[in-house]
């Protein structure tokens, strides 16, 4: 069993986020937490200034919704979201929260992913802590 279970959360429609957060509840020790964790890519200046404004703040607000509507049920969970680049943010989150269990849903990849989405292929490689992967 884990006490401090990070659950990298991608909207995309492929990704099983419900069979991640079911999986860290089943891995979860007693009194143990789930962070259920979004990072939002950070886009270059130059596109930002064509964006309507406040559309970065609406869409972060839109994650937090869903975040909080995977975590509701689900005890000792919380939902953070975060700007950066997806697998060093991950990385560094769980570096910083000593995290000793990443649950990470994968799509399906292609060929060019060798058998895993490139963020999840970098989380397995340089996370200090296990790491589960969930297809």
Known sequence: MYNNILVPVSLDADRNVIGAMNIAKALCAEGGK??????????PQY??????????????????????AFTKDVPNATAVVVDGHSSRTILNHADMNEVDLII???HQPGMQDYLLGS????????????VHVLR
Do not use: F, M, N
């Open 34 to 43: 789930i962070t259920c964790l979004h990072v939002i890519e950070q886009l």
């Open 47 to 68: 596109a930002t200034e064509y964006l309507p404004a406040g559309h970065l703040e609406a869409a972060k607000a839109d994650v937090v919704e869903s975040l909080t």
């Open 104 to 106: 990470v849903a994968s």
């Open 119 to 130: 963020t999840a292929a970098k989380v397995v490689r340089h996370a200090k802590c296990a």
